[in-house]
């Protein structure tokens, strides 16, 4: 179910599409139901779900190079998820697994809508994973890092 405002000849409307088959959809505008039919046919829309970046097993030369001298605390990818607040495309990662951020250090920098927005961190810690890279595309909600 979707809602949207229109404001049309400088009058407001409130459209929520209820259900849409084939060639019709039953729209809700302003609390009275009607039934319209589509010049094209279209499919049901649907949720889009959140996307997260493929997550590539280390190799050996890379599990030598950053192995830490002394175990650390948190597991790799445990801890608090910081969460992308709308959909976008990744333009900078500031962070790598290891570092140590204070709340509201920024951890990635989102592009969304022609706007840079820093994804900021909300709890102190240890990164222990990052999720995302330059380039790729999120969905709202999508885990970017987590924070141990």
Do not use: W
Request: charged share 25%.
């Amino acid at each position: 179910m979707s809602k949207y405002q229109y404001k049309v000849d400088g009058i407001d409307y409130e459209v929520e599409i209820e259900d849409i088959q084939d060639d019709k959809a039953k729209v809700t505008v302003n609390g009275k139901s009607f039934e319209v039919q589509l010049s094209h046919p279209v499919k049901a829309p649907s949720r889009p779900k959140p996307v997260q970046a493929p997550v590539s097993a280390p190799t050996a030369s890379r599990k030598e190079e950053k192995a830490p001298a002394i175990k650390p605390k948190a597991a790799a990818g445990s801890g608090a998820k910081i969460l992308a607040p709308l959909p976008g495309t990744i333009i900078d990662v500031k962070v790598n697994v290891g570092d140590t951020v204070k709340t509201g250090d920024t951890v990635v920098v989102l592009e969304a809508m022609k706007m840079q927005n820093n994804i900021e961190a909300d709890c102190d810690g240890k990164i222990t994973s990052v999720l995302v890279t330059r380039g790729d595309t999120v969905m709202e909600g999508a885990a970017l890092v987590t924070i141990g």
